[in-house]
C-alpha cells in the first residue's frame, strides 16, 4: 500500500467496536501513586463509532485513522483499532529509500523525523512478516484544510478527555508531535504566504512584513521572499523543513539573522489562533496582547494553535560566507584536534560581537564549520574577524582547511552552504546556552564538557555529539519583546548535544541513556556554563529546573498565563509552561496528572 493513513469510514469503523461515554477523568493507579488520565482506547469514556463518524464528517472527511510511514514493509499492521493488510512492495521499497529524506517524512500525516520518541515503531524492513505497531503515534490524525477543522478538532478533544497533539512538519527533536493513542492535528496544509511592503496592523512598526500559514516551512518561505521585488528575508531557522509559525516561533527561533534583528519570536507582529476554549482569536500588541506575549517563546502547543502569523521581513542584504574544518583527513591526533577546537571555541566572543553566525558540527576527530555568516557584511568585515583565529591555529600546529564565497544575497549563501539535515534517526536531546561570561571565563572547562558529551562513558566513547550555533541575541536587539529567556540576550553558543540510541534498544538501555544524556554530558554542559540556559525546542525537557533553565524569570508569568489560557489542560507538550503535575505513565502511554 502507498499510504500511511487510512481515511475514517463507515466499513472500517465497522470492524472496531464502539463503547460508551464515562466521566473526564479516568482514576489509574501506577507504581503506588494515584492519577486522573486522559481517556484512551479501551476505557469507557473513549468515544464510540458514531462519535468518530461524526467528527469526520464535521471535518469534511479528512479523519485518518494513523499509520506509520514504514508499514507498507509487513503484511500486516497491528493496529489498536484492528488488523489491516498493509505490504505493498513498491511502496515498501520508496520508504526504505527515503526513510532518511527529511521532506519526504515530513509530508507524511505523523511521521517524526527522529524516530526515538515514537519508539521506534514499524521503520522500513526487508522481512514482511515482523511484526508493525502503532508504537507512540496518534491513533487518530485530522489533515486539517481549514480553520473550523482545527476548531472542531479543539473541541472533541476537550470535550472527550482525550489527548490531542499538534503536528506540523514532525520536526521535532523531544517527541512533542507524538503520543500514545493522542487525536492529532496536522496543519502542514495551511501553505498559505502573502507579502506586503507596508505593515498596517497595530503597533510601531510599519515597514516588511510577511503572513503565513502554519505549514509553511522555512525553505519555502526564504524562496518566495527572494523571489519578491525587492527581494526580502525574513528570520527562520536554518534547517529547510522547519515549521516557521509552529514550534519554531512559539519556542523563540534561532537561525542566520539572530544576531541582527534577534529570536524569530521577536519578529512576530500578530497571530490567528484557535484556543483551548475553542474560539477563534487574533493576538497583538492591542488584542489579546497577554496571550500575543506567551505566543512569542513561551512554549509549542501550550496556549493555542496557530493558525496563521505575521512576522517583519527585511530587505534582502549582500553576504560572505566561510566555511573551516578540522577532521581527520587533517590530524588523527584527538590532542591536536581538540587543541583546534579550544582555540576556535576562545574566539567565539569575538565572532558573535562582530555580528556573525556560525553554524558547527563537532564530533570524535570532526569539527565542521559551515557556514560563518556575514548577513550585509564584506569578504573584508568577515575575514578580518576569522583570521585571528586562523593565525593561531598556525602558530599552534593545528592543521585545517578553510574558502569564503561572496553571496549577492543571504539567500544565495543559504541554499549554497547550508546543508539538509537527515530524518530517521534515533537519539536523545539535550543542549545548553554558553553566555559571553562563560566563554570568557570558562573556555577550557566547556571544552572539556565537549569532550565529555563526544565520550561520555567509556563503553560510549565517540557516541555522542554538539550541534553548536554562534551567536547572540541580544547583539543587535538587547532588550526582549518576546517570552524568551533573558539569558539569550548574552549568548555566544547555544549548543545542541545529541545521543543515538541503539534501534530495539530495552527500556532498561532507554532510561541508562537517558540518565547519561542528564547527568553527565547536560551536567559538565551546565556547570562549565553557570551563566548560560537551555531552549526548550532543543533540549533535555527531563533536566532538573527546566522552568528556569528554558525561561528564566519569565516563567511565573508564564505559568499565570498558562492558567488563563488551557486550565484544564487541553494541550500539552513535554516541559512547556503548567505541565509540572502532568506525567506519561505505563511505559510512555498514557498521559495523567498526578494527583
Known sequence: MGWSWFPVGASLLSLFGGVRSSPPLVERTWNGAQYGCKCYMGDECWPSDDSWAGLNSTVD?????S?????????????????????????CADATAQFGNETWTVEKPLAALWTYFTNDTCRPTADPSEACTLGYYGVYVIMAKSRDHIKAAVDFARDNNLRLLIRNTGHDFIGRSTGWGALVINTHGFQDIE?????????DYH?????????????????????????????TGECPTVGVAGGLIQGGGHGPLTPTYGMTADTALSFDVVTAAGEFLTANVDENPDLFWALKGGGPSAFAVILSVTMKAFPEQASYGFVIEINSTHTTDPEVFWEGVRIFHKHANNIVDAGLYTYFELMELRLH????????????????????LLDEFKSNGVPYSAFGNDYPTLFDLYIDLFEDEGAGTSALTGGWMFAHQDVEENNDAIVEAFRTVTSPRDDL????????????????????????????????????????????????????????????QDAAMRKAGPNGCAYINEGDPYQPDWQDHFWGSEYPKLLKLRKKWDPDGVFYAVATPGTEDWEVIEYGTRLCRKY
Do not use: M
Open 195 to 203: 507579502f506586503t511592503t507596508e505593515y498596517s496592523g497595530p503597533g
Open 61 to 65: 472527511g479528512n479523519l485518518a485513522i
Open 369 to 388: 564549520i559551515r557556514p560563518v555568516v556575514g548577513f550585509n557584511k564584506s569578504a573584508a568585515d568577515v575575514v578580518s574577524v576569522i583570521q585571528p
Open 207 to 235: 515597514s516588511h512584513a510577511v503572513t503565513i500559514g502554519a505549514g509553511v516551512q522555512g525553505r519555502a518561505l526564504l524562496t518566495r521572499a527572494n523571489a519578491q521585488n525587492p527581494p526580502v528575508t525574513v528570520l
Open 461 to 520: 566513547k565517540g557516541q555522542g555529539f554538539i550541534i553548536g550555533h554562534l551567536w547572540d541575541a541580544g547583539h543587535s536587539t538587547p532588550i526582549s519583546n518576546s517570552a524568551t529567556n533573558p539569558r539569550f540576550r548574552n549568548s555566544t553558543n547555544f549548543a545542541i548535544v545529541a545521543l543515538p540510541v541503539p534501534f530495539g534498544a530495552s527500556l532498561v538501555q532507554k532510561e541508562d541513556l537517558q540518565d547519561v544524556l542528564t547527568n553527565v
Open 67 to 91: 499509520i506509520p510511514p514504514g508499514a507498507s514493509c509487513y503484511n500486516t499492521f497491528e493496529g489498536p483499532l484492528g488488523t489491516l493488510e498493509t505490504y505493498d512492495a513498491a511502496a
